[in-house]
């Protein structure tokens, strides 16, 4: 069974948690953009049965208050404050795709003692390129405008392959994209264009990480996020066949198999 839980963390913003499991040590996974807890749905019990699972909603996502300005800091010190408050200040397990990876870079970065492993999947730690900035900022004001779906929309392309369109896949994403509301979109599209470069730092990562990427995923693609991982002293990296940059959701059995694997192996 998935519970909710609200937790209110500095500024008074209220964070929706989803939890589940009972026993074991703790997972927490952070979702990617503009997304919400859904796109962990096919992981949140198959984990729970070995580990209490925490799945926070980051700042205007899933049932979590809008913060019109925020930096990727801040997401990590609201991971922190749901360790605090909902992990008995155990160590963690930290789980992120995409822009929750990004959130994952600045969670080591200021409390990497309170982590017992790290899971990079579909993501990066380099900055954006300066087209990218701009298209970032460009939407950030577009979609005050134009509301949420006509902004987002257009990203899907990049987010599933042609083979998942018309798929349940596509329908997922829609659902939650469409949910997100403008101020949300425009203040996380805002944090991830001013986030640190972190490939100066992947050497001194000491943490037991695995690095997950999709065969198709034109955001991460397999080669650079290889060569990334490999920066990292105690790495592994997985690239899952068949899937882009939804593994979660395209390929759930496959992305399970080698969490759980590295889970298991690390606990
Ligand atoms: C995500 O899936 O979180 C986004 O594609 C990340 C990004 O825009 O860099």
Redesign the pocket.
């Known amino acids: 069974m998935i519970h909710s839980i609200s937790i209110i963390t500095q500024r008074g913003h209220t964070l929706s948690i989803k939890a589940a499991g009972s026993a074991g040590p703790v997972v927490m996974l952070i979702?990617?953009?503009?997304?919400d807890h859904r796109m962990w749905l096919k992981q949140i019990l198959p984990l729970a049965e070995r580990f209490r699972v925490l799945v926070p909603e980051l700042r205007g996502f899933g049932g979590s208050t809008v913060d019109a300005d925020y930096s990727m800091v801040d997401l990590a010190e609201d991971i922190e404050q749901v360790r605090v408050h909902l992990a008995s200040r155990e160590q963690i397990h930290l789980v992120g795709?995409?822009?929750?990876?990004?959130v994952c870079f600045e969670y080591w970065r200021a409390f990497g003692p309170q982590l017992k492993s790290l899971v990079f999947a579909?993501?990066?730690p380099s900055i954006?390129d300066e087209p990218?900035q701009q298209r970032?900022l460009a939407m950030a004001e577009q979609v005050l405008i134009t509301g949420t779906w006509a902004a987002v929309a257009p990203?899907m392309e990049?987010?599933i392959p042609a083979s998942a369109f018309g798929t349940q896949i596509e329908t997922d994403m829609q659902h939650m994209m469409q949910s997100a509301s403008p101020q949300a979109v425009a203040a996380a599209?805002r944090a991830?264009a001013n986030r640190l470069d972190f490939v100066p730092l992947l050497k001194t990562i000491k943490t037991p990480t695995l690095v997950i990427t999709g065969q198709y995923d034109v955001?991460a693609p397999p080669e650079p996020t290889r060569a990334w991982s490999e920066q990292i002293p105690n790495a592994q990296f997985v690239e899952l066949t068949g899937s882009g940059?939804?593994t979660t959701l395209e390929v759930p059995e496959d992305f399970n198999r080698v969490l759980l694997e590295f889970l298991n192996s690390q606990s």
């Open positions: 979702h990617g953009f503009p997304l795709l995409s822009m929750g990876g990004y579909n993501t990066k954006d990218t970032r990203m990049r987010l599209q991830m955001i940059h939804m």
